[in-house]
């Protein structure tokens, strides 16, 4: 159970970076701006990285008990 709590922990502080991160790029850049744009598309892909190893996790700690 403690890997399946830090996988969500993972995503969830994932996610609020990301948004941090959003924010302030655009309060740095209120028009669009090409750098903003893979500023916000870098941060987005750490939260799927995140998700994508919170899945793999949750399919290693329960994939036993759903094929037992």
Do not use: S
């Not at 924010?23 to 799927?48: C, F, M, N, S, Y």
């Amino acid at each position: 159970w403690a890997l399946v709590i830090l996988a969500i922990a993972m995503v969830l502080t994932a996610e609020a970076l990301n948004t941090a991160i959003e924010k302030l790029t655009d309060r740095l850049w209120p028009e669009h701006h090409p750098q903003a744009a893979v500023i916000k598309d870098v941060a987005a892909a750490g939260v799927l990285i995140a998700a994508i190893a919170a899945a793999a996790i949750g399919i290693i700690v329960f994939l036993p008990y759903l094929l037992g």
